[in-house]
């Protein structure tokens, strides 16, 4: 009899590592159903009844997840339902934890027996360590993908296992032996409409002090889709700016080529880590979604490369702190300084050392199917 896998995943990032997760575990075991709820790619893999929620589940910030909390709500107890009328040998909740820890709770409570396994451990470590105890009462398995994570959770007693970063896998397979332009300079502004709204003007602004410091400097945005396309280059239109290009799904190639950087706070900090771009990081959010993090939020540092080094190695650029004037000053020592931009790549060669090898996705894959 064929096993049966249930998945929530809840943003476009989850997507990608969840449908290649969906990918190891079909070569693994062929005869492997899959159903649950995620974005298109995970749906193409898994066909049948799994459902893409992917228009409606990536929202970012407090203030957001509040506006929608009946969908919310709502899904949450269609989850369940589903859950109980599929009997799957294990659910699989892939990151997203507002909604998969609540979930994972829910689920024990209501199914004892269930397996439950979490893929890309939730950052509770940066703002409720104290919620790692609790965790382990609710869950079977914790999947992580950086190192130190695993010896927080296996001194709860939540097995755990360290399978590396999913992201080293789509990334060696997009490097390039493009030579960089030191004229240059890449601008990713993040992946949600919200966030760019709220971060790109910030960075035109830096961009443009920098364009009159050095004119023949030249811009290219990364959008992550059509749509964030569009709306990005009406923004670029409402300035000044000459020199300015929007790219579609061209982020990989960009970081390759560019001089140097400005990256939004996210999953793009590792990725221009590996790919060796000197980089300034730039945030911003709604005024209540930021201090309610304040509240909360343990680590000195936004940036991955800089937690996981224990120091700021890119300059981070957070809220009030995200001046044009201040970025744009950053980011022309990192164009100008061979010295600062050598030992920042430097550092950035360390710290991606740390998340071992490309094979995660296979290595979670080994791991849900022994735990089933």
């Not at 996210?266 to 509240?295: D, K, S």
Request: glycine share 6%.
């Amino acid at each position: 009899m064929s096993k049966r896998l249930y998945f929530v995943a809840g943003e476009a990032s989850g997507d990608t590592h969840g449908a290649a997760l969906l990918e190891a575990l079909a070569q693994s075991d062929r005869t492997l159903r899959f159903f649950g709820r995620g974005g298109p790619r995970m749906k193409k893999i898994a066909g049948g009844e799994f459902v893409d929620w992917s228009d409606r589940s990536a929202v970012l910030g407090l203030w957001e997840v509040l506006k929608q909390y009946r969908y919310f709500r709502h899904q949450f107890g269609l989850v369940i339902e589903d859950v109980r009328q599929e009997q799957p040998d294990a659910v699989v909740l892939i990151d997203y934890p507002g909604f998969n820890l609540r979930l994972a709770r829910a689920l024990r409570r209501a199914l004892p027996r269930l397996r439950i396994i979490y893929y890309i451990s939730p950052q509770v470590w940066a703002w409720n360590r104290r919620r790692i105890p609790q965790m382990a009462q609710y869950l079977d398995l914790m999947l992580c993908i950086f190192p130190f994570e695993a010896e927080l959770y296996n001194q709860s007693g939540l097995r755990t296992v360290f399978v590396g970063h999913p992201m080293l896998e789509s990334l060696s397979a997009e490097k390039t032996s493009e030579a960089r332009e030191p004229d240059l300079i890449a601008i990713l502004p993040g992946s949600r409409l919200r966030e760019i709204r709220k971060i790109l003007p910030a960075m035109l602004q830096a961009a443009a002090r920098i364009a009159r410091v050095e004119p023949k400097t030249r811009f290219q945005i990364a959008a992550a889709s059509p749509t964030l396309t569009r709306e990005i280059e009406s923004m670029v239109r409402a300035t000044s700016l000459r020199n300015v290009d929007v790219l579609t799904d061209g982020a990989a190639s960009l970081m390759q080529r560019a001089h140097a950087g400005m990256v939004a706070s996210g999953t793009a900090t590792l990725e221009a880590a590996f790919y060796r771009l000197p980089f300034v990081l730039v945030y911003r959010v709604a005024w209540l979604t930021y201090l309610a993090a304040r509240l909360v939020v343990k680590v000195k540092h936004l940036g991955m490369p800089n937690v996981l080094a224990g120091r700021e190695i890119a300059p981070e650029f957070i809220q009030h702190r995200a001046t044009p004037k201040g970025i744009a000053n950053a980011l022309l020592r990192l164009m100008n300084d061979p010295e600062a931009r050598s030992l920042m790549i430097s550092e950035f060669d360390e710290v991606m050392a740390k998340l071992g090898r490309d094979g995660a996705s296979h290595t979670a894959a080994r791991a849900i199917l022994e735990e089933i």
